[in-house]
């Protein structure tokens, strides 16, 4: 049995009071106002993971779960509020920092399908209408490209949340009209573009023409004009109004996509700042209180 514990850390838990923790060590990257305050606002005391604290000198340094603790403090309005931490009393301030480092290193992503697949699981309403809404067309999410699904589980899921129910209801018709099932034609790209076009153009955009006449372009030449104009969803739609407007004698005016285009570009550099700051979802962490 001797033998077994070099595999167990060899630390203690204690709650110890917020106030009562240090999280300011050089190698910590800095704090995450925009995270705190997202955490805070989903708060789930369940999804909370004990912080990782070094006790060197009687003082009670955090070297993960410094989120952790400001999420917390603001969410019970006190830095007297305790939290469970894993103390280690053995290591130097070099072991702390490696250990930060390299604490992600061999931890495999959970990736998106098998997050919304523990959603469904858990009986969540947003990814059970999402499923019951794809399902209804007669197709069904999958983790590789099938005929019939969709893999693109992510971003059904952020056309969901930014433009709602019907936006993506619309989007999945109009794929489905216009290439009748082609796996491809259900990628990231091919849907976000598709709504940048409806959400500059609305109704101005018929769907009957959109389907007769991008239908007659396929899937593969869509996305090689795409990738030529502009990398991403944006590329998707130029290619896409490039085929709508071809040989019409009422197209739908650039500069509207473009102004819209400017706009969202600094939204979604604004989006990705802020997600640079959340951590990957792991296996056993499904949450966002971490580090």
Request: net charge negative.
């Amino acid at each position: 049995m001797d033998e077994l514990l070099k595999y167990v850390p060899n630390v203690h838990f204690e709650q110890i009071p917020i106030k009562n923790l240090v999280s300011n060590q050089e190698y910590q990257r800095n704090l995450s106002i925009n995270h705190v305050q997202r955490a805070a606002d989903n708060f789930d005391p369940y999804q909370v993971n004990p912080v990782k604290v070094s006790r060197r000198n009687g003082i009670n340094y955090v070297f993960n779960g410094q989120h952790t603790i400001e999420i917390i403090a603001l969410v019970s309005g006190s830095r007297d509020t305790p939290v469970w931490c894993m103390i280690y009393d053995d290591l130097e301030y070099s072991h702390e920092a490696d250990i930060f480092a390299n604490q992600m290193k061999y931890v495999k992503p959970l990736l998106p399908y098998e997050i919304f697949m523990a959603n469904i699981e858990a009986g969540n309403d947003k990814q059970l209408i999402i499923k019951d809404l794809v399902e209804s067309y007669g197709l069904f999410l999958t983790q590789s490209s099938r005929p019939g699904g969709i893999c693109a589980v992510y971003s059904l899921e952020k056309i969901y949340d930014k433009y709602g129910f019907h936006t993506l209801d619309r989007v999945l018709r109009l794929c489905i009209g216009t290439w009748e099932g082609t796996p491809q034609s259900f990628s990231g790209n091919m849907l976000n573009g598709l709504v940048i076009l409806l959400e500059t153009y609305g109704d101005s955009l018929k769907d009957d023409v959109f389907k007769e006449k991008v239908g007659r372009i396929s899937v593969k030449e869509i996305s090689r004009t795409a990738k030529e104009r502009k990398a991403g969803s944006l590329g998707f739609a130029e290619a896409l109004l490039l085929a709508y407007n071809k040989k019409s004698h009422n197209p739908l005016k650039w500069e509207t996509l473009y102004a819209l285009k400017t706009k969202s570009v600094a939204s979604e550099e604004q989006e990705e700042e802020f997600d640079s700051n959340i951590n990957p979802v792991t296996d056993g962490q499904l949450d966002i209180f971490n580090t």
